[in-house]
């Protein structure tokens, strides 16, 4: 089993399952936010009325929640949820491929400070999840199954710049350059061909590289962000007191829609895929975020 852990862990690394614990705080920023959407709405009706004669005509991305003013500071600060699944195969010759289904989710926090057309970003996420591995056999053996119950911790750091010299009113290209790091303790316990087995291990992974997207907004009020990212990553394995270094590419693609409830505070949902050594995880998240400016 040891061995067997070894060839695998790669894969299982990178599956998430947590629970959300911060409903309270949630629910607090809603009500804030809800006392004066009405009063944006109203204005932002009167910006482009008969009677003014005009709609404004600066760049509409600098509505994003994430986005300064031109030439001016920013900050912002978001509560997440996020709710991933995936499906890894591992081998299992010469019987069938193993598969693990699993799901997971993370809360966070996460924070911006930006100045014109540059940004760092920062998110924090931890949680707790599980999965179950079933290795098949055929007779006289029977199907062997593990349960996977793991804690994880991890944070991630993007610097965005603003492409503003091809920008247009609905729509900027920006590059990134990303930073992520993550922790996780797992604890694998089932029965092996008759015999009780607990296994404990963990996982310290980084991965950097870059990335292209695009701000898209439709109106004052809401709009879309777009990009692609390519990393390297690299991931150390403790088992049994030994420590095995693994590097493999990872990317991932994701698509945010914001909406500005008032000229601060705003929701974002989004869609994520991500790769790692061809096996994809997808995923939904919604941040609660507020911005100054």
């Known amino acids: 089993m040891q061995a067997m852990n070894a060839e695998t862990h790669q894969d299982l690394s ?3 399952k947590a629970k959300c614990t911060f409903t309270k705080a949630i ?6 936010t809800a006392f004066s959407s009405v009063a944006y709405a109203d204005e932002k009706t009167a910006e482009i009325t008969p009677a003014q004669g005009r709609v404004v005509e ?7 929640p994430t ?13 997440d949820y996020n709710n991933f699944s995936n499906t890894f195969v591992y081998p299992n010759s010469p019987y069938a491929d193993a598969t693990q289904p699993t799901q997971y989710a993370q809360s966070g926090i996460g924070a911006f400070v930006g100045y014109g057309d540059y940004s760092v970003l920062l998110n924090y996420r931890q949680g707790t999840g599980n999965g179950t591995i079933t290795y098949p056999y ?4 029977t199907n062997q199954t593990l ?3 793991f804690t994880i911790s991890s944070y991630e750091v993007d610097f965005r710049w603003l492409l503003s010299s091809f920008q247009y009113r609905y729509f900027v290209p920006y590059v990134l350059y990303v930073y992520q790091s993550e922790s996780r303790n797992d604890t694998r316990t089932g029965s092996w061909f ?3 087995l607990t296994q404990t291990d963990t996982s310290s992974i980084t991965a950097s590289g870059f990335g292209i997207g695009g701000i898209i907004p439709i109106s004052e009020i809401y709009g879309f962000r777009v990009d692609i990212r390519g990393t390297s990553v690299q991931d150390n394995f403790t088992y049994a007191g030994t420590t095995t270094q693994y ?15 008032t000229k601060s505070s705003n929701v974002q949902l989004g869609y994520k895929t991500m790769t790692y050594q061809g096996y994809p995880v997808t995923g939904q998240y919604v941040l609660l975020g507020y911005t100054f400016r």
């Open 14 to 16: 990178l599956s998430h």
């Open 27 to 32: 629910a607090a920023l809603i009500a804030i």
């Open 58 to 64: 600066d760049s509409l991305v600098y509505n994003d």
């Open 67 to 79: 986005v300064g003013n031109e030439n001016q500071w920013a900050a912002g600060i978001t509560l």
């Open 138 to 141: 055929s007779a006289p053996w």
């Open 147 to 149: 349960n996977d119950n």
């Open 194 to 196: 008759g015999t009780p």
């Open 247 to 261: 590097t493999y590419p990872g990317s991932e693609s994701a698509i945010t829609a914001y909406y500005n409830i």
